[in-house]
């Protein structure tokens, strides 16, 4: 074999090997043109190859197979670089084809551009001999034409994307390196020198690199098994064929009976030769060319996996910084976002805590250009740009200043750059590479998908936090708030206020919903405005606004409060109708450790409040008064009396027909009234608390008046369907107080009689502390005296047992710290028996 056979199988050899890497990776659309590409050089140099070899049928055809695999190769040419600028190959593309083809057709039949060269036996060599004619400067011209116009593709899109100037550097030099090697062979002294096929080889290399540095593939598929396999085996055989000769002569000079095993020998010596050299092929990849790419690789797998969890914008940031620190031979990282109101990139976060972070990158900076356009560029490249000449002086020392080595963008829809990231070169001889840049580039495409969700997320967490209308605080999200901002001030104040918008249903029916959205909404921002950033506002109902602040006392909560009212008062003053469209506030004020124990009862207090100043005639400020009553309870019930009497004579009015009905209810609901009412003032809760857990206490059965006589007063043990009647009195009674506004304050108690403290009672089978404060008095009240009652199926228990049993279901279905009050005052004789009260007279 001469020297143009080994050249051509050593070409043949590489591009079975690039043609394997490629086959492994995904296909896109340059990959399947290089596969072309691939496939006219292997016809060229194969041809070439078998043609030295004077391989069946004939030279000849080898010879035309090698011309026809060169022409063909300079329109797969064209077609490879019009994918790999992302530009359409058009109709060019289909008439160099037609011209190559023409030309391959009249070569072959006439040999008028170049015929098949002559074969010259010269005993111990044989010389082909080419008739150089002037047709050949034709083909040079076809080809040249057809290359020429792919280097102008390649020009223009380096003009609009100078970015990818390290990209288009290799396809550049492989095609001039090509031309020259087939240009050189008309020149005398490479003659019978294999220049062509290795311009080929060399031509194919650059175009693989510049292939690599797109990421379309990556490098670590030649250590691949299958491709380590097939270059064990050809080297091999490279290797055997050229010294089986020597080798078989000098083991049988050492071993005169191995002829007898030749092949044994052979096959041994072959496939362990073979294993050697896809082991030795496998270890030069993986630690001359692909190590970098696999640490790269394998960081951006753990990034990809860590930031899918993530949600929170600041822990995908830190993650990706340290990420590309990890990564990257990098000095510093800094990530920027977008400002929404300014639209500049404001630095948000670096791996150097130390660093200012002050600064920010304009919107309409040429780095930002360019960045929108190219997604990645180095600094380097971004100094031959024209948009660099364009920057401002200023701009300019700030990049130096900090450095930086390169920018990637964090993409978003439709072209939308929300952020960007900037490194800076690291220490030393360490410098930002290229294939850095694109690895930052597959980083920054992770980080901006994962941002993108986290916006989602923060979204929809927004949107279930806050009120369509007004923008506030929504009440599921306020309620969460109370609970933890009640834990974490409990060495300090926390009050409650709530803003009730009086007569807002007559509002709307006078100047209509939209009127009323706008009145609520223009309310929502004199309280948000007045609070600013010293609690929290949220619409609490249809007209209710909430407003909870930390550190607060009740004097500068009134202050707010009258601020709040006095502007909610003038808020449509400039009206033509202001008159008529006065809004006014009944609002109630609660405070905590003072007023509540549990963020239950601050809201119940302040909604107490509000209560009290809309039957006082609304337009007022009311401050719930908690367990410090004044020492004269006479002087304070007198206080409050004209706020309950107006209801006085419904309650009495309701009670007769219960009595009408049954006049065990009728007495065992005073006797609750007046256990319940003897348990809250030893429990320390003020005249009003006391003046509505009597109220309950006396209408908490009313729900029993449409229960048949035959179920109330039946002698045995009550059916299951009988059982389910008794339980829907507390339904009952709710409906019927519903329909009496003036009184639906005293609702929580009524409904919650029958709960369990350890949430197995009903209605809504609730337990512990969210069973309102006086629902769980009338639990006790209304239990101690259906035990100490008789009736006329059971008889009544003695003190004794009743305080008994009381002890017991502590904690269980009654309070654990209201029981041990009520007990001690059965037994110091504080609270009395109804029975012995009746017969006392009381």
């Not at 004579?649 to 009595?659: P, R, S």
């Not at 304050?745 to 009672?761: K, N, Q, S, T």
């Amino acid at each position: 074999m001469d020297m143009y056979g080994y050249i051509s199988a050593i070409a043949l050899f590489i591009y079975a090997a690039i043609f394997l890497v490629v086959l492994a990776s995904r296909k896109t659309r340059e990959l399947w043109s290089f596969l072309w590409l691939l496939v006219t050089m292997v016809c060229w140099a194969g041809g070439s190859m078998l043609m030295r070899w004077q391989v069946a049928p004939s030279y000849q055809v080898w010879y035309h197979v090698s011309i026809a695999g060169l022409l063909l190769m300079a329109c797969a040419y064209y077609r490879f670089l019009s994918d790999f600028v992302e530009k359409a190959a058009g109709i060019w593309e289909k008439i160099y084809l037609l011209v190559m083809a023409a030309i391959i057709a009249v070569n072959v039949k006439t040999g008028f551009f170049l015929a098949a060269p002559r074969l010259l036996d010269r005993g111990d060599e044989v010389v082909f001999e080419y008739t150089i004619t002037w047709p050949v400067l034709l083909l040079f011209v076809a080809v040249g034409w057809v290359m020429a116009h792919s280097l102008y593709h390649l020009w223009s899109a380096y003009r609009e994307r100078p970015a990818y100037r390290g990209q288009f550097k290799p396809v550049t030099q492989g095609i001039v390196l090509m031309f020259a090697g087939h240009a050189a062979l008309l020149l005398p002294v490479f003659a019978g020198f294999p220049i062509d096929i290795l311009a080929g080889v060399g031509n194919a290399l650059l175009l693989f690199y510049a292939l690599v540095k797109k990421r379309l593939f990556k490098l670590r598929l030649l250590a691949s098994e299958s491709v380590c396999y097939m270059v064990g085996l050809m080297l091999t055989f490279i290797l055997f064929y050229n010294i089986k000769p020597y080798l078989m002569k000098n083991l049988e000079a050492l071993v005169p009976a191995a002829g007898d095993y030749e092949v044994i020998l052979f096959a041994v010596f072959f496939f362990v030769t073979a294993g050697i050299f896809s082991w030795l092929w496998r270890k030069l990849v993986n630690n001359v060319f692909v190590r970098e790419e696999n640490r790269q690789s394998e960081a951006l797998n753990e990034y990809s996996t860590a930031v899918a969890r993530l949600l929170n914008v600041q822990d995908i940031l830190e993650k990706t910084v340290e990420v590309i620190r990890e990564g990257a031979s990098v000095g510093g990282v800094y990530v920027c976002t977008r400002n929404a109101a300014t639209g500049d990139y404001d630095a948000r976060y670096s791996d150097q805590p130390l660093k200012d972070l002050s600064f920010s990158i304009r919107a309409d900076s040429p780095l930002v250009r360019v960045l929108r356009r190219s997604q990645c560029i180095s600094w380097r490249q971004f100094e031959t740009t024209v948009d660099y000449k364009a920057m401002w002086d200023s701009e300019k020392n700030q990049l130096r200043y900090l450095r930086v080595a390169g920018g990637v963008a964090l993409t978003g829809e439709e072209g939308d750059m929300p952020g960007l990231i900037l490194v800076s070169e690291g220490q030393g001889k360490h410098r930002v590479s290229g294939q850095d840049m694109q690895w930052m580039l597959s980083v920054a495409s992770v980080a901006s998908m994962a941002l993108k969700n986290a916006a989602l997320y923060e979204q929809a967490y927004h949107e279930a936090r806050v009120d369509d209308l007004t923008g506030l605080l929504n009440r599921k999200h306020f309620l969460q708030v109370l609970e933890e901002q009640f834990e974490t001030t409990r060495e300090s104040t926390l009050a409650l206020m709530i803003v009730n918008v009086d007569d807002f249903k007559l509002y709307n029916q006078l100047y209509g919903q939209k009127e009323g959205d706008l009145a609520l909404r223009r309310i929502a921002e004199i309280i948000r405005s007045s609070v600013g950033e010293n609690g929290f506002v949220a619409r609490y109902s249809g007209k209710e606004f909430a407003v909870l602040l930390p550190r607060y006392d009740v004097l500068a909560t009134r202050t707010l409060a009258e601020s709040i009212r006095d502007q909610v008062f003038n808020m449509n003053r400039r009206t033509v109708d202001h008159k008529l469209k006065v809004l006014t506030l009944s609002i109630g004020i609660s405070a905590a450790p003072f007023d509540a124990s549990t963020s239950r009862e601050l809201m119940d207090n302040a909604d107490m409040a509000v209560y009290h100043v809309k039957h006082s005639g609304k337009n007022g400020i009311e401050i719930f008064q908690s367990v410090l009553r004044k020492a004269d309870g006479e002087t304070e019930k007198a206080d409050h009396a004209h706020i309950y009497q107006e209801y006085e004579q419904t309650v009495l009015a309701l009670m007769a027909a219960i009595d009408a009905k049954d006049h065990y209810t009728f007495s065992h609901s005073h006797n609750v009234a007046y256990y319940a009412t003897s348990l809250a003032k030893a429990a320390g809760l003020n005249a009003d608390m006391i003046e509505i857990v009597r109220q309950a206490a006396l209408l908490h059965d009313i729900g029993k008046i449409g229960i048949p006589e035959t179920v109330l007063n039946k002698n045995g043990k009550l059916t299951e369907e009988e059982y389910g009647q008794m339980q829907g009195h507390v339904e009952a009674a709710v409906g019927i107080i519903r329909y009496l506004p003036a009184l639906d304050y005293i609702i929580p108690a009524v409904i919650g009689h029958h709960e369990r403290y350890d949430g197995r009672g009903y209605p809504r089978r609730i337990g512990g502390e969210d069973i309102p404060l006086l629902a769980r008095i009338l639990c006790i009240a209304d239990s101690f005296d259906a035990m100490t009652s008789k009736r006329c199926y059971k008889e009544a228990v003695s003190l004794e047992r009743g305080i008994q049993i009381l002890t017991e279901e502590a904690g269980r279905q009654f309070d654990p710290k209201l029981v041990p009050v009520f007990v001690a005052e059965l037994k110091r004789g504080g609270i009395q028996l109804a029975s012995q009260r009746k017969s006392a007279g009381q």
